[in-house]
């Protein structure tokens, strides 16, 4: 029932299985004797301290930006939730799990789908958020969905029972979805994908939400083909006094970093285009680097260590590239002392480019990892394409059907790892976990506000106790 204790490790090996699909469903059949689809949607209750926990995940982050990271948690219960990946990954390990294992996202959240742009420059939606993937259960990534639409759904203000029959939708969704999957070839899962155009024709097909979605991609469409570096040269750099190129501070959240800090990072910018693909390590070679500015971004990384490099090409043209911090597992953060945490997380960055070109249909061919400070990074395109929908603008049945395609896309994630097969054994015959989930969802929801609660109180005592 509980998991063993053992560290995550993203040890690969776990999802090599030598068996043909067919065993590996007769495997997940077996997994489905030994924990019911009724246990796996029995909510055990939580007895851990919510504010402790946070707190020694924030131990290793930029103090000085804790408290606009706080401003930001404490907005609303679904921006908190979005904060604390650590508080549902503990509670995770202590409810009934399928131990199927496979690569999951491991923040799901429905704030992390998104569009970004394919190396041909098509608009691809899907997951975008990949810090705290590792090797784990398939029921792990659904839930977060899942308690995300509650929390997003009363934030609309759609009633309860809206929100239930959206909920319900979610698991019926990513059991067909699963089930889809399971047909297709190993080809056509690793090429398929939600490119915008051919979501745009399937929402066509359905009746309700279709005018409505099908705007909101059009003014996406035309909004992200001016998101590049270009446009953020224009809103975030001047020219300083010696003629030089220099990112804007705004401190706290945008700052120019130490000397020692630089050379650092000039240091981890060399041992990542020595090591990302061979034709963007040429291409790099056009460019010199202008200026790198610390710059927080979100509110789950806020407080991390993140910065931004300016690249200028010879010719003239610029490229914006986002050094993230790859954070050790926030669950092995709760467990392990700090420096051993983050001893155990030097390979977070290949971890998370891992897992984010297994798990998207198409990556930023500037993705790659590096390491410098003691600590782990990897490194991508800042804002090149990126979009998403806000959730707070859309109408119910929008909102309905957004979830659904987080569903499908979710499913079809899953089942890039040789084990889902597994995962469609486990769900053969079992719709009551249709609503089995959406009761799991709605007491869990209900921890998140009492996290919640507890979390502001604890911020109002020592705002009392400072003053």
């Not at 030994?34 to 301290?49: E, G, M, N, T, Y």
């Not at 926990?53 to 609303?76: D, F, G, N, V």
């Not at 911090?325 to 155990?344: G, V």
Request: aromatic share 10%; charged share 25%.
């Amino acid at each position: 029932m509980i998991d063993s204790g053992k560290l995550d490790i993203f040890d690969l090996k776990k999802i090599k299985i030598n068996r043909t699909a067919k065993e590996l469903e007769d495997a997940g059949k077996e997994s489905q004797s030994k924990v019911s689809s009724a246990q796996l949607a029995a909510f055990i209750p939580v007895h851990r301290d919510p504010v402790a926990a946070i707190q020694k995940t924030e131990s290793k982050m930029i103090q000085e930006l804790l408290p606009l990271r706080h401003e930001r948690m404490l907005a609303s219960k679904f921006a908190f939730f979005r904060g604390t990946a650590e508080l549902m990954e503990q509670d995770l390990k202590n409810q009934y799990q399928s131990h199927i294992p496979l690569v999951i996202c491991g923040d799901s959240h429905v704030n992390n789908y998104g569009f970004y742009a394919s190396p041909e420059r098509q608009l691809i939606f899907g997951l975008n958020d990949f810090d705290e993937s590792r090797i784990g259960n398939w029921e792990s990534d659904l839930k977060r969905l899942l308690v995300s639409a509650r929390l997003a759904g009363e934030e609309n203000g759609f009633s309860s029972a809206q929100i239930d029959d959206v909920l319900y939708l979610i698991t019926k969704t990513y059991r067909h979805s699963v089930k889809r999957n399971s047909k297709l070839s190993l080809f056509d899962r690793l090429y398929s994908s939600y490119e915008i155009h051919d979501l745009m024709a399937a929402i066509d097909t359905m009746k309700s939400s279709a005018n409505q979605m099908n705007e909101i991609f059009h003014k996406i469409t035309k909004k992200s083909a001016r998101s590049n570096s270009e446009q953020i040269v224009k809103k975030m750099t001047e020219t300083d006094e010696n003629g030089n190129l220099r990112f804007i501070e705004n401190a706290p959240r945008a700052k120019h970093v130490s000397a020692q800090k630089y050379a650092e990072i000039l240091e981890g910018f060399s041992h990542y285009r020595d090591n990302v693909r061979q034709d963007i390590r040429i291409f790099l070679g056009n460019f010199s680097i202008s200026d790198i500015i610390r710059y927080s971004v979100g509110i789950g990384s806020f407080g991390t260590r993140c910065y931004l490099i300016l690249l200028i090409g010879n010719e003239g043209s610029h490229l914006v590239l986002q050094v993230k911090e790859a954070m050790p597992l926030r669950y092995n953060l709760l467990r392990l002392p700090i420096a051993e945490a983050i001893k155990n997380g030097t390979m977070a960055g290949r971890r998370i480019v891992t897992a984010q070109r297994t798990l998207q249909s198409s990556s930023d061919p500037f993705l790659g990892s590096t390491a410098f400070g003691g600590r782990s990074y990897y490194i991508r395109q800042f804002r090149d394409m990126k979009e998403s929908i806000k959730m707070e603008k859309l109408d119910y049945e929008s909102f309905n059907l957004y979830c659904q395609i987080c569903s499908s896309l979710l499913a079809m994630a899953h089942f890039q790892s040789p084990t889902a097969p597994m995962i469609r054994g486990y769900l053969k015959g079992q719709k009551k976990l249709d609503e089995g989930f959406v009761e799991w969802t709605n007491s869990y929801a209900q921890q998140v506000a009492n996290d919640y609660e507890a979390f502001r109180t604890s911020l109002q005592t020592n705002k009392k106790l400072s003053n």
